[in-house]
Nanobody, 119 residues
C-alpha cells in the first residue's frame, strides 16, 4: 500500500513553468512504477509521463514531449514533473500514480493538483 500526495500546482501564464511534486508514503517506493496523468474539464484522464521499473525507461505523451520532464528521487520518495513552455491546453488536474507492476493499470493514485495556464 502506498499513499500519494501531489503539490506544486497553480496559476501560470502561457510560456511559464511549474514543477509538480508527488510524495509517497512507505519505504519501498523504489519498487513502484510511477506516472503522471491529467484530466481537463469535460475530458477523460490522460497519460502524461511515466517511469517504468524495468531499466527506468521514461515515456511521454506526444503532446508534452520536449516540454515536460519526469524524474524521481527514491531517497525522498518523490516523483517530479517539470513543466516548461506551458500552454492553455495544459490546464487540467494533474495526478500522480504508482503501481508495483510495469504493465496494466496503475493501482495507487493521488488526489490531484490543479494547473491553470492563462493565455
Amino acid at each position: 500500500q502506498v499513499q500519494l500526495v501531489e503539490s506544486g500546482g497553480g496559476l501560470v501564464q502561457a510560456g511559464g513553468s511549474l514543477r509538480l511534486s508527488c510524495v509517497a508514503s512507505g519505504r519501498t517506493f523504489s519498487s513502484y512504477r510511477v506516472g503522471w496523468f491529467r484530466q481537463a474539464p469535460g475530458k477523460e484522464r490522460a497519460f502524461v509521463a511515466g517511469i517504468m521499473l524495468s531499466g527506468g525507461t521514461i515515456y511521454y505523451a506526444d503532446s508534452v514531449k520536449g516540454r515536460f520532464t519526469i524524474s524521481r528521487d527514491n531517497a525522498k520518495n518523490t516523483v517530479y514533473l517539470q513543466m516548461n513552455s506551458l500552454k492553455p491546453e495544459d490546464t487540467a488536474v494533474y495526478y500522480c500514480a504508482a503501481d508495483r507492476n510495469d504493465y496494466g493499470p496503475y493501482l495507487f493514485w493521488g488526489q490531484g493538483t490543479q494547473v491553470t495556464v492563462s493565455s
